[in-house]
C-alpha cells in the first residue's frame, strides 16, 4: 500500500510559478511510475506530466516547455515544476503511482494509488 501527499498548492498570478510535491510512504518509491494529473471544475482529470521509475518523462501539450517532472528517490518525493501559468492551469492537481511499466501512462486508470489533490489558481 502506497499512501502519497500532495503540497504547494495555491493562488498565483498569470505568469508566475509554483512547485508542486508529492511524498510517498512505503519502501519501494523508486520502483514507481509516477504522475500528475488535474482536474478543472466540471472537466475530467487529464494527464500533465509522468516520469517513470528511470527517470524518462512525457508532458501533455498543454504544458510542455512550462512545466518540469522530477523525483528525489531518496526523499519518496515527486515534484512538479511550474512555470508561466496561466488562467487556463486552474485546477486541483493529483499525483498517481503506478508500477504498471507498459500501457497507456495517460489514462486515470493505469494508475493505482492517487493523493488527495492540491488546489492550484492561476489568476488572470
Known amino acids: 500500500q502506497v499512501q502519497l501527499v500532495e503540497s504547494g498548492g495555491g493562488l498565483v498570478q498569470a505568469g508566475g510559478s509554483l512547485r508542486l510535491s508529492c511524498t510517498a510512504s512505503?519502501?519501494?518509491?523508486?520502483?514507481?511510475?509516477m504522475a500528475w494529473f488535474r482536474q478543472a471544475p466540471g472537466k475530467e482529470r487529464e494527464f500533465v506530466a509522468v516520469?517513470?521509475?528511470?527517470?524518462?518523462?512525457i508532458y501533455s501539450d498543454s504544458v510542455k516547455g512550462r512545466f518540469t517532472i522530477s523525483r528525489d528517490n531518496a526523499k519518496n518525493t515527486v515534484y512538479l515544476q511550474m512555470n508561466s501559468l496561466k488562467p487556463e492551469d486552474t485546477a486541483v492537481y493529483y499525483c498517481?503511482?503506478?508500477?504498471?511499466?507498459?500501457?497507456?501512462?495517460?489514462?486515470?486508470?493505469?494508475?493505482?494509488?492517487w493523493g488527495q489533490g492540491t488546489q492550484v489558481t492561476v489568476s488572470s
Open positions: 498517481a503511482a503506478t508500477r504498471r511499466y507498459y500501457g497507456d501512462y495517460s489514462l486515470t486508470t493505469e494508475y493505482d494509488y
Open positions: 512505503g519502501r519501494t518509491f523508486s520502483t514507481y511510475n
Open positions: 516520469i517513470s521509475w528511470s527517470a524518462g518523462t
